[in-house]
């Protein structure tokens, strides 16, 4: 479907016929036009004429024939158009065309044409109304084409638009600028057919607003250009439509401030404007506004620099704006560089009145009237009109000093900032009369001498007194004063000096005696520091001339700054202190003070050496004799020894010394305390440890059990505080031999007798902790007689053999024994034992050997009897024949030491059942008669000699047969 002019493709097969080509086409009976390009199975045409309605589409093939698609072509209704508006314009005016169709069966309209100019844009679409942006054309009337997506086109009236002449820019005033700059453009036809002008372009970028047109003059604000660039200047009349003036706009650099000085301040601060282009075109400022109010005064602008008076601001502002305001208009803003400080005040004038040098302090609020940098300060000061001498100044306070003053007199206070600002107080100062000094007492000294000054309106108008020179040397210290009485000590000035006295008050406020009222005397002259070091407690003689400073006694001595702790003796030369503690090492001077307060100094003549110090004391407690070791460093006090020594306020032994460990006894204490460990040179010096020191309670031994023994008595100790503040017990001495030490603790302690040398008897027991205290329980222990060995019966043997020892003691005070050794072996059993006889069967030993007999009572008492006895080579069978039989066979018995230590056979076992008789014995063959015994009984033989020693066959057995 379509309509005239839509481009149709037909698509098929044998379109041609079977001829070559299509020579023609109609569409619902109407003729059209085939275009370029068919072929026998594609053709494009387009209907040339319109009759509404469907019908067929007919091919006409050059050989005549006729390819027909019946129904398959709708003719539309015509596109038409019925509106323009407007209906005139120039290039750029925007036109609204109404009708209907103007699809013309197609989706959309692809171009619009104003005679022979294509639409600079179509805006809006569809099938009855559009919107374009004109195109400029060739002024008269022409037609309007539209033409679809499809080819299907439609065309107004011949007279449907009409082109204008195209409106021209003659010239602008300024052709130059930056934002804010008012432009005015003068031209012909500038509303290009419309009524007025919409806006207006400046090198591309959009004017501010336009305050007024014709179509001859527009006039508009310059908006903001980033750039400086030159561009067109483009007028856009309500209708869209433009005049352009190519190239006639130059936008002028931006304005750059560099610096602001100062950048904060107050009402009449002169401010300075640096920058570059500042006035952007202009030739001149003429108006300027920080922190968003007009400043008082332009005193002059460039592009570089502008100088302003600010304008009083009754609020302060926070980092606000500065713009700049050219005579072309521009404008240049710039936010976050001026601050209006709030406006300055003055709060308070202290004091209100006063005479030459009266200080005088001014407090208020931004007193530097908002100046910064080098403006911040204050420039001059008035008080009752007369120019003060400025002391300091910040921006809450500002000090100076009242001028000489004329006659009496009372005005404002005025400052005038750096700036310029002024700041006036609505407190008035007075200049009052001036006191004077009328006696002196004495009237000369040295340095510390007490002088007493008496007169009127001595504090000059102040509350106190400040300072006062004597001969031109300020005070050493002010001890008292009122409006008639000042008391100072005097400074140090040179001997023989005379001048007057000035008397300073806390004004500033000055008087004086008007001749030389005062003299300086001779000073002390140092002879001699003896010693010229130390520390704590050092003993120190002082030698010099006029030591008292004209008095009569010391009042106070100094070394290195630090009050002595006593002063021992004293007359007109030498004077005997103690020093007293210095917490670091230093070099100072030494002073002495007399009763008339004079001084002498002696500069850099004593020396505090590191004090001692005591870094360890081991133990830290303990009892009565307990040896102690002080660690640490300069413990001699910088003297030559350490001569004396206590412990909690107790004195103790010095056993050894140097200047960094001191061995001491502790003495007895009676009670339990903790105390200072204090070290005395013989300088005096002494070194302190604070509370370093415990005695701990005394030990006490409650019980030695058992109460009577000889060396190897075990003995067990029990009692309380047994280690006496020590770690370890290091001897116990039971009735006077040192015993051995097992184990010990605070509560227990067991020890083995020594061996005694000398008579038996009761004594005491005594134990000493590794700290050396020591505690004793008289008569506490009985050392009885040595048991001894006598006789050994037999002195040899082997495993077996039964050993009688006999001799006297040899219980050793216990009930039983708990061991007997021969010769290294442990007895295989006591049989019996009694203080004079001992019965053992002996052990059995790996091979010959002889040793010591011993004998270990339970309570660990021993007896030894050197090399008593003798283990023999072992007895050995090698062989008996013969091995087996029954009742009554008789069997020989070969081996080697087969009597083992005795003289005969006493017995013999064969398998465990007793031989029937033994027929004869030697150390090398025992003959024997086996006994009765069970049949298949299989054992060994043992023999048994009459020394108890037995002796048994390990290879062979023997084995019983069946009687016969």
């Known amino acids: ?97 109404r009708g209907s169709n103007f699809f013309g069966g197609g989706s959309y309209i692809q171009s619009v044409h104003f005679g022979y100019s294509a639409v600079a844009n179509i805006t809006f679409q569809n099938q009855s109304f559009l919107t374009v942006v004109v195109a400029d054309g060739v002024p008269g009337n022409t037609t309007v084409t539209l033409q679809a997506d499809t080819g299907a086109s439609t065309t107004s009236d011949e007279d449907a638009w009409e082109y204008l002449t195209v409106g021209n820019v003659t010239f602008l005033d300024p052709a130059f600028g930056q934002n804010g700059t008012i432009v005015s453009i003068y031209g012909v036809d500038l509303f290009g057919g419309g009524v007025a002008v919409a806006t207006v372009y400046l090198a591309g970028v959009e004017v501010t607003s336009v305050l007024s047109g014709t179509t001859n003059h527009v006039r508009v604000v310059a908006a903001i250009s980033e750039l400086d660039i030159r561009g067109d200047v483009v007028v856009v009349a309500d209708t869209g439509a433009t005049t352009t003036a190519a190239g006639a706009w130059e936008y002028v650099r931006k304005a750059v401030l560099n610096e602001v000085t100062p950048p904060i301040g107050a009402g009449l601060s002169l401010v300075r404007l640096l920058g570059d282009f500042l006035l952007q075109g202009g030739s001149s400022a003429t108006s300027v506004s920080l922190g968003g109010i007009p400043v008082r005064e ?15 601001s009754a609020d302060a502002v926070f980092n606000g704006s500065i713009t700049i305001v050219s005579n072309s208009g521009a404008t240049a803003h710039f936010e976050s560089r001026w601050s209006y400080v709030a406006p300055p005040t003055i709060t308070n004038v202290s004091p209100v009145s006063g005479r030459e040098g009266t200080l005088v302090t001014i407090v208020g609020e931004r007193l530097f009237g908002g100046g910064t940098g080098h403006l911040a300060n204050v420039a001059s000061v008035y008080l009752a009109g007369e120019e003060a001498s400025i002391l300091n100044t910040s921006r809450s306070q500002v000090v100076v000093a009242a001028a000489p003053e004329g006659a009496s007199t009372t005005g404002i206070v005025e400052i005038v900032a750096a700036n310029g600002a002024y700041i006036r107080s609505n407190d008035t100062w007075t200049y009052v009369n001036r006191g004077s000094i009328d006696n002196v007492f004495p009237q000369s000294g040295v340095l510390g001498t007490r002088v007493t000054l008496y007169g009127s309106e001595l ?198 010394e140097s200047n960094t460990l001191v061995r001491l006894r502790a003495g007895a204490s009676s009670v339990v305390k903790t105390g200072d460990v204090v070290l005395t040179a013989n300088t005096g010096a002494f070194v302190t440890l604070r509370d370093g020191w415990q005695y701990v309670t005394a030990a006490n031994i409650t019980s030695v059990q058992p109460t009577s023994g000889q060396v190897g008595t075990r003995v067990t100790l029990t009692g309380t505080d047994l280690l006496m503040g020590g770690s370890t017990i290091t001897s116990v001495i039971l009735a006077g031999t040192p015993s051995i030490i097992l184990s010990s603790n605070s509560s227990l302690i067991t020890v083995q007798a020594g061996l005694r040398i000398g008579a038996s008897g009761v004594a005491d027991v005594t134990v000493v902790a590794n700290t050396g205290a020591s505690a004793t329980a008289v008569g506490a222990w009985t050392y009885i007689n040595a048991g001894d060995i006598d006789g050994v019966s037999p002195p040899s043997g082997h495993f077996g053999t039964i050993v009688t020892i006999t001799g ?157």
């Not at 015994?933 to 033989?941: K, L, M, V």
Request: proline letters at 2%; one cysteine or more.
């Open 1 to 97: 479907r379509g309509q005239v002019g839509t481009i149709v493709t037909i698509t098929g097969d044998s379109l041609f016929g079977g001829g070559s080509s299509i020579t023609g086409v109609t569409f619902n009976g109407v003729g059209g036009s085939v275009l370029p390009g068919a072929n026998d199975s594609y053709v494009v045409a387009r209907p040339e004429s319109a009759v509404n309605g469907t019908g067929d589409v007919v091919l006409f093939a050059n050989t005549g024939a006729e390819v027909s698609g019946l129904g398959q072509w709708t003719h539309l209704k015509e596109s038409e158009i019925t509106d323009l508006t407007p209906n005139f314009g120039q290039g750029g005016t925007i036109v609204t065309i």
């Open 808 to 964: 006297s003691n040899l219980l050793m005070g216990a009930t039983e024994l708990a061991l007997v050794s021969l010769a290294g072996v442990a007895a295989h059993n006591i049989s019996s034992a009694t203080e004079n006889v001992v019965v053992v069967v002996a052990g059995a030993s790996d091979g010959p050997s002889v040793g010591d007999i011993a004998i270990t009572a339970t309570t660990g008492a021993f007896i030894t009897q050197t090399l008593a006895w003798t283990y023999e080579t072992p007895a050995q069978i090698t062989s008996f024949t013969p091995v087996e039989g029954q009742f009554g066979t008789v069997i020989q018995v070969i081996g080697t030491g087969l009597l083992m230590g005795g003289t005969r056979i006493q017995s013999a076992y064969i398998a465990g059942y007793e031989v029937y008789r033994i027929l004869n014995s030697s150390g090398e063959s025992v003959y024997i008669m086996a006994g009765s015994a069970p049949t298949n009984t299989t054992g060994t033989i043992t023999l048994e000699a009459n020394s108890g020693a037995l002796v048994s066959a390990s290879n062979t057995t023997w084995t019983y047969l069946d009687a016969g």
């Open 459 to 656: 504090l000059g108008g102040g509350t106190e007194v400040v300072d006062v020179s004597l001969a031109g040397v300020s005070q050493d210290s002010i001890v008292f004063f009122n409006d008639t009485m000042v008391i100072i000590r005097s400074g140090k000035g040179n001997t023989g000096t005379n001048g007057r006295i000035v008397i300073t008050s806390n004004t500033g406020a000055i008087v004086f005696t008007t001749n030389d009222t005062w003299r300086f005397l001779p000073e002390a002259n140092l002879t001699s520091v003896v010693p010229s070091f130390g520390q704590q407690g050092t003993e120190v003689i002082i030698y010099a001339d006029v030591l008292l400073s004209y008095g009569t006694a010391p009042t106070s001595v100094s070394l290195c700054g630090i009050e002595v702790a006593s002063i021992n003796a004293f007359n007109a030369t030498s004077i005997t202190v103690t020093a007293n503690s210095s917490e670091i090492a230093l070099t100072g001077d030494v002073v002495v003070e007399s009763d008339t307060g004079g001084r002498a100094v002696f500069s850099s003549a004593w020396e505090y050496r590191a004090q001692g110090l005591i870094t360890g004391i081991v133990p830290g407690s303990g009892q009565g004799g307990s040896e102690v070791l002080v660690i640490g460093s300069n413990l001699r006090g910088h003297g030559s020894t350490v001569t004396t020594a206590s412990l909690a306020g107790t004195e103790a032994i010095v056993i050894a």
């Open 298 to 312: 332009i005193i002059s602008s460039n592009a570089t620099i502008i100088e302003v008076i600010a304008n009083y």
